[in-house]
């Protein structure tokens, strides 16, 4: 069966063509270690690891990264207030992330590459976008210059006089151009830096993707995957990068992202008191009925999360388990098997119809319960 995909970068549903069907390439991005993740975190962790698990049924090597940023200006604030060492700040927020989505029933990626991990492919990554002219040196910073890309813009619709109209009244004065962005920054004597050939400094946030996606994965991948609100500047940039870096070479084929989760009807906030971490839900909640909610949606639609959403989650789960515990696997059951299981693979190769999937798999215990070899309960 077929599977397609919303590709953010056509705004079309297209059929999902590998560039190799022996070595299918999946990059989603992951958390930045300073706190613990929230419900919206979550969202996508699960949604792409139903895809990843959709991609191996489908094809015989799949190579799924997911990365930790482990160097960040959030991180080193979030230090600062505690007192405590940067890297015992991410080391100890990695770990709890590790911890929490493993109660997802999460598969864990082929390749979780750090940041801290691949400062030097950041760097002659660097010096490639500079020897290509898209990027210039200024007061010890790299930045990459907009303009050098004629095509700035596709993968969010924005084009660069937009982005110049919409860019704040205070432009950082060694910038060319109001849009341009960090590749590498100087770092102070508190704060953690690598020698390069512009002195000592640490990466901005956006070149450490489009380095190790080319380290782990190759200079062009299958499918990138985020959440909707990493479309720009995040995934823009990164595109920018990668594409540059190489003389124009495409850089990924299928651009994917998850709608936004809001609370209640409005959005998460923690000044609105609707902020919930993960790790908090599930002190309330197992992580299949958190992981079930999360599916209760197609990714690309927005997703209002409620205690009544979590508490239907569970109901669900319940009826599809008692239709399993009631009743033995007979010759009929099989056969419903069979025509179902069709059924929910077209639901999931249809752009991840995880509803669908669900309606399909109520839809099983329903006619499971029709069967007429129940199992004896005791008295």
């Given at each position: 069966?077929?599977?397609?995909?919303?590709?953010?970068?056509?705004?079309?549903?297209?059929?999902?063509?590998?560039?190799?069907?022996?070595?299918?390439?999946?990059?989603?991005?992951?958390?930045?270690?300073?706190?613990?993740?929230?419900?919206?975190?979550?969202?996508?962790?699960?949604?792409?690891?139903?895809?990843?698990?959709?991609?191996?049924?489908?094809?015989?090597?799949?190579?799924?990264?997911?990365?930790?940023?482990?160097?960040?200006?959030?991180?080193?604030?979030?230090?600062?207030?505690?007192?405590?060492?940067?890297?015992?700040?991410?080391?100890?927020?990695?770990?709890?992330?590790?911890?929490?989505?493993?109660?997802?029933?999460?598969?864990?990626?082929?390749?979780?590459?750090?940041?801290?991990?691949?400062?030097?492919?950041?760097?002659?990554?660097?010096?490639?976008?500079?020897?290509r002219?898209?990027?210039?040196?200024?007061?010890?910073?790299?930045?990459?210059?907009?303009?050098?890309?004629?095509?700035?813009?596709?993968?969010?619709?924005?084009?660069?006089?937009?982005?110049?109209?919409?860019?704040?009244?205070?432009?950082?004065?060694?910038?060319?151009?109001?849009?341009?962005?960090?590749?590498?920054?100087?770092?102070?004597?508190?704060?953690?830096?690598?020698?390069?050939?512009?002195?000592?400094?640490?990466p901005?946030?956006?070149?450490?993707?489009?380095?190790?996606?080319?380290?782990?994965?190759?200079?062009?991948?299958?499918?990138?995957?985020?959440?909707?609100?990493?479309i720009?500047?995040?995934?823009?940039?990164e595109?920018?990068?990668?594409?540059?870096?190489?003389?124009?070479?495409?850089?990924?084929?299928y651009?994917?992202?998850?709608?936004?989760?809001?609370?209640?009807?409005?959005?998460m906030?923690?000044?609105?008191?609707?902020?919930?971490?993960?790790?908090?839900?599930?002190?309330?909640?197992?992580?299949?009925?958190?992981?079930?909610?999360?599916?209760?949606?197609?990714y690309?639609?927005?997703?209002?999360?409620?205690?009544?959403?979590?508490?239907?989650?569970?109901?669900s789960?319940?009826?599809?388990?008692?239709?399993?515990?009631?009743?033995?696997?007979?010759?009929?059951?099989?056969?419903?098997?069979?025509?179902?299981?069709?059924?929910?693979?077209?639901?999931?190769?249809?752009?991840l119809?995880?509803?669908?999937?669900?309606?399909?798999?109520?839809?099983?215990?329903?006619?499971?319960?029709?069967?007429?070899?129940?199992?004896?309960?005791?008295?």
């Amino acid at each position: 069966m077929d599977l397609h995909l919303y590709n953010t970068l056509t705004r079309q549903k297209q059929p999902f063509e590998p560039i190799d069907k022996g070595r299918v390439t999946l990059y989603v991005c992951g958390p930045t270690v300073y706190n613990y993740i929230h419900i919206g975190n979550a969202r996508p962790i699960v949604i792409f690891d139903t895809l990843y698990r959709l991609l191996k049924r489908l094809y015989p090597n799949v190579v799924y990264a997911r990365n930790i940023t482990d160097v960040d200006d959030k991180i080193n604030a979030a230090a600062k207030q505690a007192g405590t060492p940067i890297q015992a700040i991410s080391e100890r927020f990695a770990d709890a992330f590790h911890e929490d989505i493993l109660q997802l029933n999460t598969l864990v990626p082929d390749v979780e590459p750090r940041a801290t991990g691949h400062i030097q492919e950041m760097i002659e990554m660097i010096n490639d976008l500079l020897d290509r002219g898209h990027a210039y040196t200024a007061e010890g910073h790299v930045l990459f210059h907009v303009p050098s890309m004629p095509d700035y813009g596709k993968l969010s619709r924005r084009n660069q006089e937009d982005l110049m109209a919409g860019a704040r009244v205070e432009v950082a004065s060694y910038k060319k151009n109001a849009s341009d962005f960090i590749l590498w920054k100087p770092s102070t004597e508190d704060l953690p830096g690598w020698d390069s050939p512009w002195g000592r400094g640490r990466p901005g946030w956006h070149i450490e993707c489009s380095a190790m996606i080319k380290k782990h994965l190759g200079n062009t991948i299958d499918i990138h995957g985020g959440g909707q609100d990493l479309i720009f500047p995040h995934h823009e940039n990164e595109m920018a990068q990668g594409c540059c870096a190489q003389d124009n070479q495409e850089f990924v084929r299928y651009w994917v992202h998850n709608g936004y989760l809001t609370i209640d009807g409005e959005k998460m906030s923690k000044s609105l008191g609707n902020f919930f971490t993960l790790r908090e839900i599930l002190e309330k909640f197992n992580g299949e009925t958190v992981r079930c909610a999360l599916l209760n949606a197609q990714y690309r639609s927005p997703l209002d999360w409620s205690e009544d959403a979590l508490i239907q989650a569970k109901a669900s789960l319940d009826r599809l388990y008692g239709a399993l515990r009631d009743y033995s696997e007979s010759s009929t059951a099989t056969d419903i098997d069979s025509e179902r299981l069709a059924a929910l693979d077209a639901a999931l190769c249809d752009d991840l119809n995880t509803p669908e999937a669900l309606s399909v798999l109520h839809g099983l215990a329903h006619d499971i319960n029709k069967c007429e070899d129940k199992i004896q309960k005791p008295d």
